[in-house]
């Protein structure tokens, strides 16, 4: 110990300089930080449990006598301090704790405590330290829903957001909340791998997030990224190739003793191999293409006769979506439920899943209605498939965000069907019932830290649904609607999540996907969810397009879904497009006055900004002028 006054008194100033120093650190004050000099730094309220924590530590263990703060001699793993810390942060090894109490640098400590530590907030006890610190910059390559879905993530963990738009879309959400953005031209320009590369190149970004479609389950665009230093948010190129080829993944599946479907291990060579295969199996069969997904290049085959036609098409169609005319062949099960689990891996072999989905309610294999838990799962059954698809990802080594997709038959066997090795159109369902943001521990786990979560954390609580809300005609066998968005009053109230990044005056391109919002619903109860289901597609109002509020209204409406009675064939079985069919399409004539005063507002409103584009001025006065006229009742009938 220090003897006499002055020792006293230089331990108590130690003392005081630390524990001030924490306290400034770790209080919270803005969102931004910067170094003030050595050690200040300014940070989010993020920190109370770790601020106390090390508070205490500091106050009682950390100095030593005679030495500086950070060159006190190594502390055995067994001591106290880090003891301690363990205790509070039980996800951390004993040489990372280590690394930062002995750390030299007071900037590299602080820049790791308040930049490296992730926090749970529902449950304080689990916190992640990285290895490398975070990245400062994401270029998000992708737009619309998922763009806006990716930079509100990367906000609230204090990331640059760079996003990518193509002509028609300079006016959307994805530009006007990010922090920067790029124009990259005609729309095609979203599948341009070296233009996506240069541009996060020239962002300085860290990182690439691909969102979902595009270039997601690209493994080229993710070896550029490799190649050329930039992480792609994402399993590596190699096990995208891997789980992207539908017959490798099943090769993996087997060897991990998942169950697969009975059919051919390898790409159909002909149509005279697939003959040869469907002897074998029986029908009825399925012709699938090898690489992709969305239902693309798909085929049922209930005879001998359909055979060739069906293994044709289903080549062109996989040529055509995804560059790749192969195409395998497996047995069909009928009526069967889709079953997805969603699971999380970092990079040290930790691996979770967060229960599952039923994305049953299909058509043409393409996901309408999802849910979470399936009414079909008994607990049992949960857990079996859940820890199939375990330790499938844990034998193969992924890293990331993924969803294991499966077949239940009616005598509740299940068969693993394919991979999807990226974040999912749906996987909001799974945050609303797991309470887990998917998208922000994808991010933590790309920057290298380990879970945040054991198996045992993660609870499913309650019931939600999901329902696409797609610019489709459904009176008119789903044709696309492209158009402008007259009239946008998305649903609210409680347990109602909104992921869209349509508005007024938003145009749906017949270029992309028509996905206009994801409604997801949540309650108590697969009742109440159903219900709050019911009265947000009441309340949803989107005029100027057509959309498929109507097939979802109707889909709730039948005695099965209500009782979770619900398989692939819902649609057939249910006579839902006959149904649809009868119902009378909305009149014109029906629009009220105030819907008809939207409507000339937002024209005049986008032919103004016209103008100004094409450097016309326009007299604000003239337009406030104009507006106080529709007001005041232009439109009187």
Known sequence: MFKGKKAKLKLNLRRKFIVDTLNYVLKPLEKAHSFAHKSMVKVEEKFPAIYRHFESIISQHVITPGKELFNSSKVNVGSLITANVMKRLPHVDENQIEDILHNPSNKSFLEVLTKGLGINRSKEKSYTILKNGGFKRILIANRGEIALRIIRACRELGIESVVIYSEEEKDSLQVKFSDKSYNIGKPKNYLNIKKMINLAKQADCDAIHPGYGFLSENPKFAKLCEKKGIKFIGPSSKMIKKLGDKVEAK??????????????????????????VVKQIGFPVIIKASAGGGGKGMRIVTKEEELENAYEN??????????????????????????????????????????????????????????????????ELREAMGSAAVKAIM???????????????KSRNFYFI?????????HGVTEMVTNVDLVKEQIKLAEGAKLAYKQED??????AIECRINAEDPLNGFAPSPGTIVNYLPPGGPGIRISSSAHTGYKILPQFDSLIALIICYGRTRHEAIERMKRALDEFIVDGVKTTIPFHKLVLSKRQFLKGNVTTSFIANNNIMEELKEIKPVKEEALTKEKKVLIVTTAVSQYLAKKQDNKQKVNPWTMAARQDSMNEGSFEE
């Open 251 to 276: 090769k993996v599946m087997l060897k991990a003793n998942v169950p697969v479907m009975e059919g051919i291990k390898e790409d159909l060579k002909s149509y005279k191999h697939a003959l040869r």
């Open 314 to 379: 289903a080549s062109k169609e996989a040529e055509n979506a995804f560059g790749d005319a192969s195409v395998y062949i497996e047995r069909y099960l009928e009526e069967p439920r889709h079953i997805e689990f969603q699971i999380m891996a970092d990079r040290y072999g930790n691996v979770i899943h967060l229960g599952e989905r039923d994305c049953s309610i299909q058509r043409r294999h393409q996901k309408l209605v999802e849910e979470s838990p399936s009414p079909a799962l008994t607990h």
């Open 395 to 409: 034998a193969i080594g992924y890293e990331g965000a993924g969803t294991v997709e499966f077949l239940l038959d």
């Open 418 to 426: 394919e991979m999807n090795t990226r974040i999912q159109v749906e």
């Open 458 to 463: 993660i609870k499913i609580t309650g019931h």
